[in-house]
């Protein structure tokens, strides 16, 4: 393990006021995203929108320090004949790549999730790292309900996190560990901090058992929200107070950057989340963002497919870039939101 190669990267992950574009969606899901606009999707298609963010200098150069790339993006060229991965290289930031299988149902256990990916990795993190990837990610899923998560969902998930995070490291690309606790539910912001803490607590212990070098990682963490059914939603303050509390008691300091997924949460919301937990501030890591949704949304509905709302999509992402560029110096404020 090179672990001055794999801290640099790490650092150069959450350099000030820079974060994580996530565009790692799988092919069905981008397939829903481009249903909701009308927009057929095929490799054309999919290259031609990725190639539009990638171009996004402004965003880019100032504020995405890396971006996750699904298997195909990885391997794809822009319509010039540049690898994207090259394309995102010049701009000053890193290429990445989601590695996991997917999550399919645990055996046993209904409603919950596992998963899969570990078979073959090692021989698919060496191509990678020849393909430029610099970090991967491995997403772990769970859900809350009545008696979920069980602790046998906890364990297969996060030893499974440990183990792709150490064949990572082996390979010289930085393992972006993310069990994102789902928001979908009636759950109180309460029960969220509870499964967060003991999803983050068996991780660590788990990343430790495996040897895991944590100063060349990256947690990509669900932030503590209330569940999207419950009738009372805490309010940003509570979420930033709550989030970073449950953080304190148990990521280690060595953990070098948190960057946040958005899971569903509003543009705005997502945003504001961030800029207070920054405000707050006296914290031993990084904090910034690794969104797909809350960076995505606005420039895929202003997008349509049509090459002639290229420029203007292309605004709506440096926009959303910019803002929570801001964020993760706890420098933004709504009425930039214009
Ligand atoms: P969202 O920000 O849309 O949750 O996506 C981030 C991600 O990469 C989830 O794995």
Redesign the pocket.
């Known amino acids: 393990m090179n672990k001055q190669a794999l801290e640099a990267i790490a650092q150069a992950m959450v350099a000030e006021g820079k974060g994580i574009l996530?565009a790692?969606e799988s092919t069905g899901t981008i397939k829903k995203r481009f249903d909701n606009i009308n927009v057929e999707s095929t490799a054309d298609s999919r290259r031609d929108y990725r190639e539009m963010l990638f171009r996004t200098e402004a965003a880019m150069r100032e504020h995405i320090s890396g971006v996750?790339l699904f298997d195909e993006t990885l391997r794809q060229k822009a319509a010039d004949g540049t690898p994207l991965a090259q394309l995102i290289a010049d701009a000053g930031s890193m290429p990445g790549i989601k590695v996991d299988g997917g999550a399919k149902d645990l055996a046993g256990h209904a409603g919950e999730m596992v998963t899969e990916g570990l078979d073959g990795l090692r021989e698919r993190l060496a191509e990678y790292h020849g393909l430029g990837a610099k970090f991967a990610?491995w997403?772990a899923v769970i859900n809350i309900a009545d008696g979920i998560p069980s602790a046998a969902c906890l364990t297969a998930n996060t030893h499974a996190l440990a183990r792709y995070a150490s064949l990572c490291q082996e390979a010289e690309i930085v393992p972006i560990v993310?069990p994102?606790v789902i928001m979908d539910g009636s759950h109180s912001v309460e029960r969220c901090y509870e499964v967060t803490s003991a999803a983050l607590t068996q991780l660590y212990a788990q990343l430790a058992e495996q040897d895991v070098h944590l100063e060349g990682t990256i947690l990509k963490p669900n932030m503590v929200v209330s569940g999207t059914a419950h009738a009372e939603q805490a309010g940003v303050q509570q979420v930033a107070e709550m989030t970073l509390d449950c953080f304190k008691k148990c990521v280690p300091e060595a953990v070098p950057g948190i960057v946040f997924?958005?899971?569903?949460q509003s543009d705005e919301d997502a945003t504001a989340h961030l800029d207070a937990m920054n405000k707050i501030g006296g914290l031993p890591w990084k904090l910034s963002f690794?969104?797909?949704?809350?960076l995505q949304a606005a420039p895929l509905k202003t997008w349509l497919g049509d090459a002639g709302n290229v420029a203007d999509a292309q605004a709506a992402f440096a926009h959303r870039a910019k803002m929570n560029g801001l964020a993760a110096q706890g420098a933004w404020d709504a009425a930039m939101e214009g």
């Open positions: 996530a790692d996750i990610k997403r993310e994102e997924l958005s899971g569903g690794s969104y797909g949704r809350a």
